[in-house]
């Protein structure tokens, strides 16, 4: 008898999984949720930026002296009818926004992946659209982090002379704190990243920061998640530090439980969970880190939130069927 995979049920399924990644500008989303499409395949998930929908262009905003991170500067509205069309499975005339230009380009056909990542700085920041999020993401990297990244993107891959990408930073900061960070109450999921405590420097060099995973409660749990440490490698084998540790975030009068994980782990540490997830998934092999003798928190937290996904997507199949 033939095996019905993850893959196939989710193709043969009607349902549209919508993921809201949410954060500042530069703070990483984009970056999350590449990692997300590499877990699952590009043939069942696609990405839709936020930037699509600014209102006004990179010249129109500076003429009205307004940030693309107040809502007005957005069409959130059609944003919130495109992801219902979406969401019923059927195409949409999305917007085009180019960063290269800092204009419009023609609008393109979009057609809905069974799942469909929005990342920006509004995915969830109306009723309507955040009653079409099957899971919200709120990323949030420290101030210090933040500015570091988005001054080498802006000046490297943007046009912004260094000076221009830091005149923008500082104009920006107030309207990040007013009109973007209040998301972060209402995310499943919070992420936070800081420069990690055994060097500064290990972030520049090898990308490894201090993550901090706050979750609320899953609907779902996981099914047996073992974090395999071998502790007579940790003693023989392990050549770098690293820290885990399970905690609370009191953030938005709200008190969640939190996994923090610091420093490299050696891709032994982690070996069981994606053999777990190819289990589940019939992804084979999962090869995020091909190639890498250490994982970093991060690598580690795109992990965990994709089966938490996965989960959950199994989750909504049983409940129909049930239902
Ligand atoms: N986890 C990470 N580890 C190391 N560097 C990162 C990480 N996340 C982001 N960066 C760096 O920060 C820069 C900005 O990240 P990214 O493009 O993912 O942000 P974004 O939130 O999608 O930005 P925008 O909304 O402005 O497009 C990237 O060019 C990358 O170098
Ligand atoms: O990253 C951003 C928002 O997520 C940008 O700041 C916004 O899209 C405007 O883009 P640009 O500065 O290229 O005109």
């Excluded at 019905?4 to 049920?9: A, G, I, L, P």
């Excluded at 046009?159 to 923008?168: D, F, H, K, R, V």
């Excluded at 905690?247 to 069981?272: F, K, M, P, V």
């Amino acid at each position: 008898m033939t095996r019905v995979t993850f893959h196939d049920s989710i193709q043969a399924s009607s349902y549209i999984y919508i993921i809201g990644v949410a954060g500042d500008s530069g703070s990483g989303k984009t970056t999350f949720s590449d990692a997300i499409t590499a877990i699952f395949g590009p043939d069942i998930v696609s990405t839709i930026t936020l930037d699509d929908y600014h209102l006004y262009d990179r010249n129109e905003r500076a003429q009205r002296k307004i940030t693309p991170l107040n809502p007005v500067a957005n069409d959130l509205d059609r944003l919130a009818r495109d992801v219902a069309t979406l969401k019923m499975g059927k195409p949409i005339e999305k917007p085009v926004y180019s960063h290269a230009t800092g204009t419009f380009q023609n609008p393109i056909t979009f057609y809905p992946t069974k799942f469909i990542i929005l990342e920006g700085l509004h995915p969830f920041a109306t009723p309507a659209l955040l009653q079409h999020m099957d899971y919200t993401i709120f990323v949030d990297p420290d101030n210090e982090v933040k500015y570091d990244w988005k001054l080498r993107r802006d000046v490297g891959k943007r046009n912004y002379t260094p000076e221009a990408a830091l005149e923008e930073i500082q104009k920006r900061e107030p309207d990040y704190r007013r009109f973007v960070l209040p998301q972060r109450a209402s995310a499943g999921t919070v992420i936070r990243i800081a420069y990690s405590g055994y060097s500064k420097a290990l972030g520049i060099s090898r990308n490894v920061y201090r993550i901090t995973l706050g979750m609320k409660p899953p609907e779902t749990c996981f099914e047996d998640v073992e974090l395999n440490i071998d502790l007579c490698g940790l003693f023989t084998r392990s050549t770098h530090d690293f820290l885990l540790e399970c905690g609370t975030l009191d953030l938005d009068n709200r008190r969640i439980r939190s996994l923090t994980i610091d420093g490299e782990l050696s891709h032994e540490t982690i070996h069981r969970i994606e053999r777990n997830i190819e289990k589940q998934t019939d992804v084979h092999p999962i090869d995020i880190f091909t190639g890498k003798e250490v994982i970093a928190g991060s690598d580690l937290v795109r992990l965990i939130i994709s089966w938490q996904i996965i989960n959950h997507r199994i989750h909504i199949d049983s409940k129909q069927l049930k239902g």
